[in-house]
Nanobody, 122 residues
Framework: QVQLVESGGGLVQAGGSLRLSCTAS????????VGWFRQAPGKEREFLIG????????YYTDSVKGRFTISRDDAKNSVYLQMNSLKPEDTAVYYC???????????????WGQGTQVTVSS
């Protein structure tokens, strides 16, 4: 098991950028695949983008293609979500999650952070 903490959320204007960090405790973090999800008010939590434990494969949903990127630095036990060209509809609580296999559904992950709020103003 790993414990995850997200940071970097905040208020940004439409068209702006933010970088979220997901920092893990535990030496086994490098063996976990990591995904980013978000949940807007009144909506279900949705998968955005993920990276395999080796970093060799990145997978994402169409809504963030070309705008969001993911990277990992295992030396820092961290995964990053770079968000560009932000839109008001990107406003949500953003969560990182870690799992042995990873995937595009919540069930693929068994370790979750507490979330960080991202608000995009128009």
């Amino acid at each position: 098991q790993v414990q995850l903490v997200e940071s970097g959320g905040g208020l940004v204007q439409a068209g702006g950028s933010l970088r979220l960090s997901c920092t893990a405790s535990g030496r086994s973090f490098r063996t976990y695949s990591v995904g980013w999800f978000r949940q807007a008010p009144g909506k279900e939590r949705e998968f955005l983008i993920g990276i395999t434990w080796s970093g060799s494969r990145i997978y994402y949903t169409d809504s963030v293609k070309g705008r969001f990127t993911i990277s990992r630095d295992d030396a820092k036990n961290s995964v990053y979500l770079q968000m560009n060209s932000l839109k008001p509809e990107d406003t949500a609580v953003y969560y990182c999650a870690a799992g042995r296999i990873g995937g595009t559904t919540q069930a693929d992950y068994d370790n979750w952070g507490q979330g960080t709020q991202v608000t995009v103003s128009s």
